[in-house]
């Protein structure tokens, strides 16, 4: 099985962690931590490549380090893990990493707002199990006020 686990930071991200080592063996499954930065100017002109944009240069670094410390805790129970830090628009770069890694499910969290923030929340999570290919899970995690 494959798995490709959305994040967006550590805090979140720990709930998706835990459920995805509740529910699935290490045998024979691997799983893909991708972080997605997304930038300011969502299309990119011509004439500059796709994904170049140097205004997240200084949050390489940190989307680095977080996909690779889920992927250490992932590591130390046995899961064969990938790491992935992309430049993009979030929503289609999960579904095309989705699309071409092949994955079986695809984990991403959604942030429990209460009141009006619950009707701006999950746009990623909503956007990625409409479209993906494969299953989907969203674990969701509750900000308190």
């Not at 500059?48 to 989307?63: H, S, T, V």
């Not at 009707?119 to 299953?135: T, Y």
Request: proline letters at 4%; charged letters at 25%.
């Amino acid at each position: 099985m494959k798995i490709l686990i959305g994040m967006d930071d550590l805090k979140f991200s720990e709930d998706v962690i835990r459920s995805v080592v509740g529910q699935f063996r290490t045998e024979n499954t691997e799983v893909l931590v991708m972080h997605v930065l997304q930038p300011v100017e969502p299309v990119a002109p011509p004439e500059m490549a796709q994904g170049y944009a140097p205004e997240l240069e200084d949050q390489k670094k940190p989307a680095h380090a977080l996909v690779e410390r889920a992927a250490d805790e992932l590591r130390r129970v046995g899961f064969k893990t990938h790491t992935a830090v992309e430049i993009g628009d979030v929503q289609e770069s999960i579904l095309d990493a989705a699309a071409k890694w092949d994955a079986d499910l695809v984990v991403v969290g959604s942030h429990g707002h209460r009141g009006i923030e619950c009707l701006l929340l999950g746009s990623v999570a909503e956007s990625v199990a409409r479209h993906a290919k494969c299953s989907v899970e969203i674990v969701r995690t509750v900000v308190s006020s």
